[in-house]
């Protein structure tokens, strides 16, 4: 099997005008959302795909399966294609139908499920387990909440951010897996270490999907962010008409205002997605 895939390439950092009017200092947005299938979860899935390549524990025939809110399923979807590699998606009832649409159109098989808690018997998370261990043939589950590969994937993503602006102080994320925030932390750590790192933080009962699901994650665990902040999704969800994406990127925004107001420093965060991703979100 030629188990080539189209790799990532580096995506513009936008300054964000009217973001930086509203912090007093530069905010700047990764534009992730021209990735090959459209997220910054395209990032985490060439990763986790390459690796577990390079190490044979994918092969040709296999079938991958995870839970996610979406994003995931179609950038697994979208390499796995190229390695005609099938794959198998738990997500939960109510969440974007435009990446439901998508992901079975481009032949993924998707489970919807009561949205429980992560600790529930039921939750997506410990579904995707169980059909794992019940389906014949060889079958790997990625596992992106605890796999490495995720935050590896985010070493390049802190690379280019600072390569490109040097200067920027300090970087923000909401977090759902962990992966983007710790990749970070891990390469400004090491290359970086003055940048201030920020967990932002949306509400229990936010319309955002993918973040603050407080899914128990590996990554997560490993985090030693420098401050967090609160965002409500009313306070947010006006920079995704103003910079056309999704919930969490505008979540994102929001944290990177707050981030730059509290240390007056310019800082970076990620435009994880399109805002027609959401075309069920109301933006008031």
Sequence with gaps: MDT???KISNTPLLLLERASQEAGQAIYGKAEYINPA?????RTCYSMITQALARGDL?????????????TGIGLAHFAQQLGIKVVIFMHQGESPYKISQMRSMGVRVFEVPPVPPSHPDSKVNQARRFKDRMPGRVWYSDQYNNSDNALAHHSTASEIFTEQ???GGFAAAVGTGGTLLGVQQWCRAHRPSVRLARVINQPDSRAEGIGGGTPSQLLDQ?????CFFVKDQEAFRWMSEYQCGPSAAINVMGAIKLARLFQISV???????INRYPHIKIQ
């Design 4 to 6: 080539s895939i189209e």
């Design 38 to 42: 459209g997220s910054i979860k395209d």
């Design 59 to 71: 092969c040709a025939g296999d079938t991958i399966v995870e839970a996610t809110a979406g994003n």
């Design 166 to 168: 040097p200067d920027i």
């Design 223 to 227: 985090l030693q962010e420098d401050c």
């Design 268 to 274: 970076a965060t990620i435009l994880c997605d399109h």
